[in-house]
């Protein structure tokens, strides 16, 4: 079945030494993201900070709980038009119940309004922790759908249970089924 809707996969995600899983080449929600760009079809793109995190986990703790109590907005690279697409994926992973503040730096960015933005999140056992709320206030206009949270050591250590994950969490979507390959 051909695409109906242009999409458009989002996401932040983090190298180097990470929790559960140790030292990574390739982060957690980047993984997931390119399993979804895989079975949509979309358009890829990752949200980087031009000062990347440190890459000594506790390091980067302190900095993403110092940017979150301040309410930072770090400069990103890049961008990617999310007016032009009319599904957006946007993933991130949990950093004290909230999505990493670089997220928001993007966020800000774009008119959301008539959108639909797909929430996913990669977490060691906090899940969403209403990051979808969060998204519904911060996307203003955009519908926000039921999002999918994931596990870190799932994405780095079950990638094919990641993917049948994924997969199933696709299929019961509520939206047009047609961004389904």
């Known amino acids: 079945m051909k695409n109906s809707k242009k999409v458009l996969v989002v996401f932040f995600s983090r190298t180097g ?14 993984i997931i993201a390119e399993m979804i760009t895989k079975e949509t079809g979309g358009k890829l793109f990752q949200i980087e900070t031009v000062k990347p995190y ?3 986990y506790k390091a980067c703790v302190e900095v993403a709980k110092t940017e979150k109590e301040s309410n930072a907005r770090p400069e990103v690279k890049g961008d990617a038009k999310v007016e ?14 909230d999505m990493p503040m670089a997220v928001y730096t993007f966020i800000e960015r774009h008119n959301w309004n008539g959108k639909t933005v797909v929430p996913f999140c990669t977490h060691e056992g906090s899940g969403l922790s209403g990051t979808e709320r969060k998204l519904k206030d911060a996307c203003k206009g955009a ?3 039921e999002g999918l949270a994931i596990k870190g050591t799932t994405a780095q250590n079950s990638q094919l249970q990641a993917q049948k994950t994924v997969q199933a969490w696709l299929l019961k979507m509520s939206f047009d089924k047609s961004i389904i390959r």
């Open 17 to 30: 030494e990470n929790y559960a899983v140790g030292n990574i080449e390739k982060g957690n929600t980047h």
């Open 54 to 56: 440190p890459d000594e």
């Open 84 to 97: 032009d697409y009319d599904i957006i994926f946007l993933g991130y992973p949990n950093w004290w119940g």
């Open 143 to 145: 519908t926000v759908s």
